[in-house]
């Protein structure tokens, strides 16, 4: 995108006063001079305004508000709001439990019952976090606590994980999704509109489509989730029922009951996770430890693994390689090998790239 120019209070006074028959007198000090001089001053304020103006008409200058109002107003695109994680607690004791009851991680991580329950020995009930986001994914029987005493319940925990907790949509995400609004048009049912469709619903980071994949009128859209990994099968339950609902023993599917048209079987389901182990044998800088560096080292992979899910079809040895090296305290690398081999990684269409183990030493 073109630029645009702030002229200096010089060149704005230059070209005014070339602007000015040489009848009149023009030096410094003159009455004419003054009067140039106090509107150039006056008006470079004003193009530095203009200029921030201008900027704003590029998506790429935006974040926070002023792109959620921009993409809003010209595509009405809405940003993703952050998902409350979701989980099962397993309950003791004979009482009630009703909706907002809390239950509390040591860390302080609050949930809350979602529907009344009676509780005559062991049962187990639904849970919502109270913040919405990812924080709210917290590991099997961590939820331990009642911060406020429910007669009669002696125990409770959760025996798996929470899931399904996402964060507000980043501007990077909602920026990327109003460029493919723009560049890749979707209409009529085309595969565009399936990727659209499915990075609208809350937790879904990205989408590829692939039309005919079991016949005529099928549609199979594969998703990964926010974090561009493997997507849980609440998310991809969400997906199947905002695009194509298929409804008890498949009566509404194909039937145009969501997004997709009538006549179009859509199949959603997740990537295959293609795991990436690392060995690596890194040479430190002077007073760094292992203990300190492999965090960072696991933190850059899966980064790095994030930033070319679904836009790239290998892990590159070359780049992975040179993020490692980017960390404070790594020097050098003596040897280093992504599932056994110093080459190329390739991902299968289909197919996301996970971390698997990391396996650090220092030479």
């Excluded at 704003?56 to 009405?76: A, H, I, M, P, W």
């Excluded at 996402?166 to 109003?178: H, V």
């Excluded at 499915?198 to 039309?211: C, H, I, K, M, Q």
């Amino acid at each position: 995108m073109t630029t645009y120019k702030v002229p200096s209070i010089d060149e704005i006074e230059q070209e005014m006063l070339n602007n000015i028959s040489d009848d009149y007198v023009k030096d410094v000090g003159t009455f004419t001079r003054d009067l140039i001089r106090t509107f150039a001053i006056q008006s470079h304020k004003f193009e530095g305004k203009l200029e921030g103006y201008f900027r704003k008409l590029d998506v790429y200058n935006l974040s926070g508000e002023e792109l959620t109002r921009f993409v809003e107003q010209r595509k009405g695109l809405h940003r993703k709001k952050a998902n409350p994680s979701k989980g099962i607690l397993t309950v003791e004791g004979t009482g009630n439990i009703k909706v907002g009851d809390l239950f509390e991680t040591e860390s302080g991580n609050r949930f809350k019952a979602t529907k009344d329950i009676v509780i005559s020995g062991i049962k187990e009930i639904e849970i919502e976090a109270i913040e919405a986001g990812k924080n709210g994914n917290v590991g099997a029987n961590t939820i331990k606590l009642m911060p406020v005493t429910i007669q009669g319940i002696t125990k409770v925990t959760n025996k798996a994980p929470t899931i399904d907790g996402y964060d507000e949509e980043t501007d990077d995400s909602l920026r990327e999704r109003y460029l493919i609004e723009i560049q890749k048009p979707a209409t009529s049912g085309n595969r565009y509109h399936y990727m659209q469709w499915g990075r609208e619903v809350v937790g879904v980071g990205d989408v590829r489509v692939f039309p005919l994949w079991n016949g005529n009128n099928t549609v199979q859209m594969v998703i990964i989730d926010d974090n561009k990994v493997v997507a849980n099968e609440e998310l991809i339950n969400r997906v199947q029922e905002y695009v194509d609902p298929k409804g008890n023993n498949n009566e509404t599917w194909g039937t145009g009951a969501g997004q997709a048209p009538i006549g179009a079987y859509c199949t959603v389901s997740t990537a295959t996770p293609k795991t990436i182990n690392i060995q690596c044998t890194l040479i430190l800088g002077k007073g760094y430890e292992l203990d300190i560096i492999r965090p960072l080292v696991e933190e850059e992979i899966k980064r790095y693994l994030k930033s070319i899910a679904f836009k790239k079809n290998t892990v590159s040895y070359a780049l992975l390689s040179s993020w490692i090296l980017s960390i404070d305290g790594v020097q050098e690398w003596t040897t280093f090998t992504i599932n056994g081999s110093q080459e190329n990684i390739p991902i299968g269409e289909k197919e996301v790239a996970v971390l698997g183990s990391v396996n650090l030493n220092v030479s």
